[in-house]
Each structure stands twice: as C-alpha cells, then as structure tokens.
C-alpha cells in the first residue's frame, strides 16, 4: 500500500451532504474484477452526460480542480453499499485525503487499506476549508499526517483526530494481512479453544 | 462483573488478540462471500500465495449479476457480469468453500440463503462484503459488511482488525397499529434518527413491537441498520429464533443443538448494562411509510406531503432540493398523488417468504393497474418454491406480476433488471439513491404490502385504505 505522509494540494469543495458510494462508482463500474482503472469513472454519472461529454460545472471537470488532490465534502460521505471501488476509485484519480464532518464506517475502513486519509473535523472547521477550496487552483491545502493537521491556504490550522494504529499503517504503508499473521498463534489458540467451547460454530 | 450489553457478550466471546491501544483481532465464524467484491480479493490470494484459513466457515453464492429472468439456463449475456460469475465459480471450487452456484435451487441472495440454510446462528461473528450484512443479526449475531481489503483479510486470517464500536439502544415499545410493518418500523428509526444516527455505534433493536416479529421481520429491522449509518444491528434471540434456526441444514444437531441453546440464553443484554445512546419510538405512533428522496432518511407517513427544502437546516436544505428535482417532485404535493410506473417487490430487506404472503394478500383477485410493471423476485430458490406450494405464485401472476428466479435484481440493478430514466418505482428494496435502481430511475421505498397496493392503484397508497 502506498504510504501517506505530507500532502500539499488543491482541494476540490463538493458541500452535497450524505454523497454515497453509488455516486462514487455507480455500480455499472463494479463488474470489474481488477482493482485498478476506476478514476476516470468517479463520480460518473454526475461527472459526465449520457453521450460521455463532461459536465461543464462539475467540480473535478472546472479547470482549477482537475488535478485536485483533496476533497471537502458535506456531511456523511461514502454512506451506502460497502464497495471498496469507491475509495479505489478515488485514489485511482489522484485524491489522496477526504476531509469530512462525518464519514460512513465502512468506506471510512476501506480508505485506510488503499492510502487514503479520511479526516474527521468539525462543522465549522469544514466550513473554512470548504470556503478555502472554493478559492481554486491558486489555494493550496496542507496535510500534514504525522503532525494531524489540515492547514488552509491561509495558514489557518485545523487539528484531527485517528486512530494510532490506522495511523502507523498509513505512515508505513504497512499490509494488514501480514501483520496478522505475526499473531497466527493467537488465532490459533483462539481457534482451538473456541472449538471446545461452540463445537457447532 | 460489570452488567454487559449483547454486543459487548458476542464482541468478547471473539477476540482473538487485543492490543495496548485497543485494537483487536475479532474472529469470524461465518464469512458470506458474492461475487462483486470478492475477485480482487481472491486475487490478492493468489498473488501472494495464501490460502483460505477456513474454507469450512466460507460460504460462496453470487446473486448480484445473476439474470432473474425464467430463461436464465441460457447463461449471463453480458460479459463482464458473466466473467464476475465465472471467476467465483472458478474461485469457490479453487479455494474449496461451500459454494451455491446458479444452477443450484439454494441459490439466492447472499443474505437470504445464510439464515435459510442455518449458517447464521446466535452468538456468531458474521462478515460479508455488502453492507446488508447487517441482516444477521437479527440472530443475535454481531454481523457487518466489509470492503474488499477486509475479505481478502479474513479469508487469509479468518479474523478482522477492529475496535469496539460504541452501543445504541433503539427501542420500539407497544404494539404496531394494523398495516405497519417491519419495514415502516426499520423507516421510521432512520427517519427519526438520519442516515449518520448510528455511526460509531452497534445497535440493539429491543421492545416489545420487536420482541412480536417473526424472524423474516426482524431480519427486515436488522437490514437497514446500515442505513441509518451503524456497524451492525442486533436482536437478542428468543424462543421465535430458535424455532427459526432448529432443523435447518447447518444448525446444530442433538447435544451440540443442547449446548448452543445453553450458551444462546445467556445472550441478552444486562439489567445494569449502560448504553451510550437511546431512541425509543412508540410502536402505536408508526404509520406505513414511504420515502419521498434520494436519501433513506427521507421518509414521511403515507399521509404526509413532499416536504419544502427550506424545513430543513444546514447542508440538508441544498441536498432536499437537489433531490425534489431528481426526483421530479413538488413541495406540498400528496405522497399519495405520486404516481407509480414500476413496482419491484425482493430484495434482502423483503424478499423472503412473509414478506411474499404480504404482498399476496393484497393481490389475491385483483389485477396490476394497466401498464404497470411489476417483478417478484424472490429471495432465493428455495423462497420461490415455498411460494409456489403456498399458491402465491399463482396469485401474483394473475394479478400480472412477473414472477422472477432469485437474485439481487432491481434492488441495484447490476443486472438486466433496471429503471429508464424517469420511471418511477415503488420499491421494497433499501436504497433510494440517485441511479441506485437505473440511470435517472426514481425509487419510493415502502413495505410488501404497500408495494402491492401501489401496483393496484398506480400511485402511492395507505396500506390502510385496503385492508
């Protein structure tokens, strides 16, 4: 997994609240059984017409957010089906941090496992970073992941909460599965007891 | 010993490690596999050379690209969901999980075929790649969706990497008013709660109106805990469970079947136990309901109007407008003025038997309204043989439904089974978003039988004016 440090980018204001992750990847993408290619369908069915010409005024088609790096969303982003196309997505088109007032669990999970970092903050902390990127390409958005700091164009900085060990997987760019497996005695031990106790599991 | 909730008990009963900081290794007894989000993750196997740790507690079915349609012997037509199909065929047999191909009358959707052939037992630790994963735990079983990373974990290590949510209590008191269903009742705490309500939390569905639910209906409550934002959703399992659960073909069997039910009574929550977070709604208060927007939360009674953006506060008031033109609404008018092109009555919120003997017993001897169309699919093949038995089929074919095979189908339409743009549908699926059921599709969430009634009438209706 790619590892995440320090971002500096442009961020792109989306404030539509609850976005799901069918507007994420609308699941005519989903029958891919590749991990990869699904940046250029992001947010597809809002992004493009029907005939596949772009939509003029959709944030990622303006010009000043089409390398955009970071996205600052409205309330509850990534609610709905747990398809981790979305965040694949996501990262396949070059958007590395997400910063929200609320997050859905899963996709909040599934960001950890593919290099993305979902930052929590409050209301009127999103306000200011939603008003920052509305400024465009000239407004740069500081992440800085090992300090948990959002810092506007402006200089203004916002403090964020994560979990440590989310943390330290994402500044490592460590594999969960094979950190798992240092502790295969645990499972087993676990796994050997518990066919004792719930025999019919 | 500290009084405990019932998630606490089953959180307990499965770490396997647990860190200084809190994060834990949590067991999984039973990991439900489709075929949508499990290639890449078979194929993160492969690569790296890992096995299944337990294929024995790995069940494989695909149900979201399947064809409904009678014919559907011929094959898939379309190439990739054919492929996606072929690669967990190919994945299954490979692997060597209990696996329930197309062909095979126990196909269905995932979370229907889980309870029916009892692998969903109380007390379990139950993941799946889908977020309707939620519906098991109407056994009392601590059940969530996952991404793809998390289904390639388990399935290497047969554990996930998680820490303890927080514990919400929902309860439902009294008695449910005549036309009220599980489905009004699962609405009606969305409504009242939003969509991100329960994020962070767990939550225990208990009452009496709960306690009254059959299995199919508790499962239908326990369904759509995900769409009010929680991990899971929990009922605690009762004599109605065991019923449910006793015979089927992985349940257990004689002293094993004694053991569990002794471990299973003590799967309640304390008197003392301390919640984090309460909603109680009185069962009497709930009316049949229906969603008006693009957000599940979006719902009002049956007798209620299309809101005005401007009632609403903050970012709810641009998304409530953007939804109105979505769906090609206006503030003030009638719910029940709202015209229906489509009903689709399936899905894993209500494609199971009960929720089939609802909708039949609004249509036994009546007729769709010309021009409607209208789909049963039922939950799987073994649902559909059931209602075949119990003359339900019947029914609805002569009323003029279309009496589909078992899959997912219009619920996301990854399959030929799909809106035009525009056409309204009055669905008992669990997602009204934009695009969910096709391009442009509009879809108004409501019950079985309020499906029904819709296809009678053309348009939005209280269940209530027909019984």
Redesign the interface.
């Known amino acids: 997994m790619d590892k995440f440090e320090k971002l500096s980018g442009i961020a792109a204001p989306m404030?539509?609240?609850?976005i799901?992750t069918?507007?994420i990847i609308?699941?005519?993408f989903?029958?891919?059984?590749?991990?990869t290619g699904f940046g250029k369908n992001l947010f597809d069915?809002m992004r493009y017409n029907?005939d596949g010409t772009e939509v003029a005024d959709f944030v990622l088609n303006q010009p000043a957010y089409r390398e955009a790096q970071i996205l600052v969303a409205?309330?509850?982003f990534g609610?709905?089906?747990?398809?981790?196309h979305a965040?694949w997505a996501i990262a396949d088109f070059g958007i590395k941090a997400v910063i929200s007032t609320?997050?859905?669990?899963?996709f909040y999970?599934?960001c950890f496992?593919?290099g993305i970092l979902p930052i929590v903050l409050p209301?009127e902390a999103v306000d200011v970073l939603m008003k920052d990127a509305e400024k465009g390409a000239n407004a740069r958005m500081d992440v800085d992941l090992e300090a948990q700091t959002v810092t506007t164009s402006d200089g203004d900085v916002f403090a964020f909460e994560v979990?440590?060990?989310k943390k330290h997987c994402l500044l490592e760019g460590l594999d969960?599965?094979a950190?798992?497996?240092e502790?295969?005695a645990?499972?087993d031990?676990?796994?050997a007891a518990?066919s004792q106790s719930?025999?019919?599991? | 010993m500290s009084p405990k909730t019932l998630y606490d008990k089953i959180w307990d009963a499965h770490v396997a490690h647990e860190a200084d900081d809190g994060t834990c290794l949590l067991y999984i007894d039973r990991h439900l596999v489709h075929e949508v989000t499990s290639p890449q993750a078979f194929e993160g196997l492969r690569m790296t050379g890992r096995k299944v740790r337990a294929p024995e507690k790995t069940i494989a079915v695909p149900d979201h690209n399947v064809p409904t349609t009678l014919d559907r012997a011929k094959g898939i037509e379309n190439e990739e969901s054919r492929i996606q199909v072929d690669a967990l065929d190919k994945n299954a047999r490979e692997f060597g999980v209990h696996y329930y191909p197309v062909s095979d009358v126990r196909q269905g959707i995932v979370h229907i075929v889980g309870p029916e052939q009892g692998w969903t037992l109380p007390g379990m630790t139950v993941v799946c790649g889908d977020s309707h994963t939620a519906t098991h735990g109407a056994f009392g079983a601590l059940a969530h969706g996952i991404g793809t990373s998390e289904v390639e974990h388990v399935l290497a290590t047969q554990t996930l990497i998680q820490k303890k949510s927080k514990n919400m209590k929902v309860e439902i008191t009294g008695k449910l008013m005549p036309g009220v269903t599980a489905k009004d009742i699962t609405l009606a705490v969305i409504g009242e709660t939003g969509t991100a309500g329960g994020t962070g939390y767990v939550i225990e569905y208990c009452g009496e109106a709960i306690r009254d639910l059959s299995m199919e209906g508790r499962m239908t409550v326990c369904n759509m805990a995900i769409e009010g934002g929680a991990r899971a959703g929990l009922i605690a399992p009762d004599e109605t469970t065991y019923a449910y659960v006793k015979g089927r073909p992985h349940a257990p069997k004689g002293a094993q079947w004694e053991a569990a039910l002794n471990w299973w009574k003590t799967l309640y929550t304390d008197e003392d136990a301390v919640f984090d977070k309460v909603v109680t709604l009185k069962g009497e208060d709930i009316q049949p309901v229906v969603t008006w927007g693009t957000s599940p939360e979006d719902v009002l009674p049956i007798t209620g109007v299309v809101p005005h953006p401007e009632s609403f506060k903050g970012g709810k008031v641009d998304a409530a407008k953007r939804a109105l033109e979505y769906m090609g609404l206006t503030a003030g008018q009638k719910l029940t003025d709202i015209q229906i092109d489509t009903v689709f009555i399936g899905s894993c919120t209500n494609g199971r038997i009960e929720d089939l003997r609802a909708a039949a017993a609004i249509l036994k001897g009546k007729k769709i309204k010309d021009g409607m169309r209208a789909m049963i699919v039922p939950g799987s093949g073994l649902v559909r043989a059931q209602a075949e038995e119990e003359g339900l089929a019947d029914i609805f074919k002569e009323a003029g439904f279309e009496w589909r095979l078992a899959g997912c189908s219009m619920c996301l339409a990854m399959n030929p089974d799909q809106l035009s743009e525009g056409e309204r549908c009055a669905a008992t699926s669990n997602r009204n978003f934009e695009g969910r059921q096709g391009y442009k599709g509009r879809t108004h969430l409501v019950s079985p039988a309020m499906a029904a009634a819709a296809a009678i009438t053309g348009h939005l209706t209280d269940i209530r004016d027909m019984i």
């Open positions: 404030p539509l609240v609850n799901d069918d507007m609308p699941k005519v989903l029958k891919s059984i590749a991990r069915e029907r409205g309330d509850n609610c709905g089906s747990s398809r981790e965040p609320s997050f859905a669990d899963i999970n599934n496992k593919n209301q979990d440590a060990f969960d599965i950190l798992t497996m502790k295969a645990a499972i031990t676990f796994e518990a719930r025999p019919w599991v």
